[in-house]
C-alpha cells in the first residue's frame, strides 16, 4: 500500500516512489510512533521497504484488509494501464485531481477520488472519479 492516512491531522500521506536510506528510516520511525493508519480499516500500518516493491506502508503482521488489497491491485492494473501515456498526462491528472480536492473542501456536496480507488472492481479505470450531489462523473482524459 502506498499511501495511509497520518492519525493527527487525518489527512492522506502517500510515500515517494524512491527515497534515500535517512527519508526511509524516518518514515519508519514515524510508524513505529503510530502515525500511519489503513485509511480502510484505520488498522495501524508499518513502513516496509526492499528491492523488489520499493517503499510501502504494510498492516502489521501482513494481514492486510480486503478493501486494501483489492486497491492495491487495481492500483497495479491501472498503473499497466496508463503505461502507454506521456508524463504530461499525470501531470494534467494530478493538477486537475488537486484543483477537484481543493473544491471538495470548500463544498460539502463535491467527492473526488483516483478512479482506481473509488471503483476497483472495473476492468479499466478512469482517471477520476467525482460525485456532485448524487451524480457520478468518470473522467479519462486523452492527450495527444
Known sequence: MREALHVLDNEPVR????????????????????????????????????????????????????????????????????????????????????ELVVQSKIKPNIEVEYGFKAMPDLNEYPDIWVKVDNKELQSLLLLT
Open 15 to 98: 510515500l515517494p516512489l524512491s527515497a534515500t536510506t535517512e527519508e526511509i528510516n524516518n518514515f519508519k520511525k514515524l510508524a513505529d510512533k503510530d502515525l500511519y493508519q489503513c485509511p480502510y480499516c484505520h488498522a495501524k500500518l508499518i513502513v516496509k521497504s526492499g528491492e523488489e516493491r520499493g517503499l510501502y506502508f504494510s498492516h502489521q503482521h501482513s494481514e492486510s484488509c480486503e478493501i486494501s488489497r483489492k486497491v492495491d491491485k487495481a492500483e497495479k492494473k491501472y498503473s499497466k494501464q496508463v503505461a502507454r501515456e506521456t508524463k504530461k498526462h499525470k501531470v494534467i491528472i494530478d493538477i486537475i485531481y488537486d
